[in-house]
């Protein structure tokens, strides 16, 4: 079956860089764009961003655009996010997910997604 695992989390302080990685299985993986969310106590999950099958195509929410970055390695089925200049306001559960969907218009959907990780915790001390 399709599983999703995260890895990276912990706790930083602010303006501390971290990388998470998301190993995918069960699943062709360069057919499917990989998504990052987050999700912060009380709050919906929000959308980070997301990267297309080829790689080709990278979309960012404008609260990380300048400090995250997505990446994908296809012979590691592996996507990461790394994290830059981190905020107190970055503390969330950080959750890898994959679509089928193609364009980046429907990216920021969660309802989008066909599969998801089990999240991981980012914790920014300020």
């Known amino acids: 079956q399709v599983q999703l695992v995260e890895s990276g989390g912990g706790l930083v302080q602010a303006g501390d860089s971290l990388r998470l990685s998301c190993a995918a299985s069960?699943?062709?993986?360069?057919?499917?764009?990989m998504g990052w969310f987050r999700q912060a106590p009380g709050k919906e999950r929000q959308f980070i961003g997301g990267?297309?099958?080829?790689?080709?195509?990278?979309r960012y929410a404008d609260s990380v655009k300048g400090r995250f970055i997505i990446s994908r390695d296809s012979a590691k089925n592996t996507v990461y996010l790394q994290m830059n200049s981190l905020k107190s306001e970055d503390t969330a559960v950080y959750y890898c997910?994959?679509?089928?969907?193609?364009?980046?218009?429907?990216?920021?959907?969660?309802?989008?997604?066909?599969?998801w990780g089990q999240g991981t915790q980012v914790t920014v001390s300020s």
């Open positions: 997910a994959a679509t089928l969907y193609s364009s980046h218009y429907y990216w920021e959907r969660p309802e989008r997604y066909n599969y």
């Open positions: 069960g699943l062709i993986f360069s057919t499917y764009t």
């Open positions: 990267i297309s099958g080829s790689g080709d195509t990278i």
